[in-house]
Nanobody, 117 residues
Framework: VQLVESGGGLVQPGGSLRLSCAVS??????????LGWYRQAPGKERELVAN???????HVVDSVKGRFTISKEDAKNMMYLEMHSLKPEDTATYYC??????????WGQGTQVTVSS
């Protein structure tokens, strides 16, 4: 399975962005459990931001709860992260990944999000 992130950019504090994750390969997104979004800020460890529990239930970490929403379109093999009320501390490289690949330290290129005035 290949995962390609896009949609990052420079945004002012309080702004919004939508990140996309394109899934391709031998599995459809509907068959992937616990697909999620992770991020790594400069000088910090990579952390989980939001993920699917099973196929349809979602989990969002407390630091972004109420501001970030994870979703997917099975028909398009796409996953999204809607981000609102962005803060400078949200600045990071964002990755989509599965827990198994994350445990094996297998990551894509990610997409950079910079929140700055």
């Amino acid at each position: 399975v290949q995962l390609v992130e896009s949609g990052g950019g420079l945004v002012q504090p309080g702004g919004s962005l939508r990140l996309s994750c394109a899934v391709s390969g031998s599995m459809s997104i509907a068959d992937i459990n616990a697909l999620g979004w992770y991020r790594q800020a400069p000088g910090k460890e990579r952390e989980l931001v939001a993920n699917f529990i099973g196929r349809d239930f979602t989990h969002v970490v407390d630091s972004v709860k109420g501001r970030f929403t994870i979703s997917k379109e099975d028909a398009k093999n796409m996953m999204y992260l809607e981000m609102h009320s962005l803060k400078p501390e949200d600045t990071a490289t964002y990755y989509c990944n599965t827990p198994l690949a994350a445990e094996r330290n297998l990551w894509g290129q990610g997409t950079q999000v910079t929140v700055s005035s």
